[in-house]
């Protein structure tokens, strides 16, 4: 009877992740199959769950797939011969790559609509990006939401000499809304550093605003 039982388990569990891949976006189940492909040659393992690639794969698809095309995907990477440290440093990596992105838009938007702001000779505008881009990093930090994280030994320096070290990977899913307010906080954060800064803020958040109505 046991035996039936978990004949009838294996049968059925193909057939179920067969249809949950029907079901995703033409678009999004590439993306899935191209992962898994990606994940085997790169020798990489999933960290923290006790769950298959496919499994774990397949759930963050379906995430995206419930967010829309709006969904916003950061990755974080870490390196480390300490395998605990590795989450915390793959969640700053993310904050820094989104920040970074986020302020390079907004002084393309910005220089493309007034060439006054890259003519700036007090410099007072790059240095308002620069707050701008770390008070993105310190509020997108509350709306990562981790999907899934990978891992794999790789060759590296230990103690200033050659051995293994951990390299991790982690995805993280910021609901667009999130994302947004994030960003329209940072803006009003780093206004609030001087009146130089209310003034650029005030130009620019318009920017800011529509792209945050384009996400919602």
């Known amino acids: 009877m046991k035996l039936a039982f978990l004949l009838m388990v294996l049968a059925v569990y193909p057939v179920t992740s067969n249809a949950e891949s029907n079901a995703l976006p033409k678009a999004l189940k590439k993306e899935f199959k191209a992962k898994k492909k990606e994940l085997k040659k790169g ?3 999933i960290y923290g769950s006790d769950r298959t690639a496919d499994v774990v794969l397949m759930n963050h698809y379906k995430k995206l797939n419930e967010l829309g095309e709006d969904a916003v995907v950061i990755m974080g990477t870490a390196t480390s011969p ?3 440290i590795l989450r915390i440093q793959a969640q700053t990596d993310a904050g820094q790559r ?3 992105q986020a302020g390079s838009e907004i002084q393309g938007r910005a220089i493309q609509d007034d060439q006054q702001f890259e003519e700036d000779p007090s410099q007072s505008f790059s240095h308002f990006c620069s707050v701008y881009e770390t008070k993105i990093q310190q509020e997108i ?3 990562l939401k981790e999907s899934y994280s ?4 790789i060759k590296g320096t230990v ?3 050659k051995g293994d070290v951990y390299e991790m990977q982690t995805y993280y899913i910021v609901d667009p809304k999130g994302a947004s307010q994030a960003r329209i906080r940072a803006l009003e954060a780093a206004a609030n550093e001087s009146e130089a ?3 650029i803020a005030e130009r620019i958040s318009s920017f800011v605003k529509d792209d945050s109505d384009d996400e919602q």
């Open 43 to 45: 020798k990489w393992e």
């Open 82 to 84: 300490v395998k605990r």
């Open 98 to 100: 989104y920040a970074q």
């Open 141 to 143: 930090k509350g709306e």
């Open 150 to 153: 990978i891992i794999r030994t």
């Open 159 to 161: 103690n200033g000499k």
């Open 197 to 199: 800064a209310r003034k």
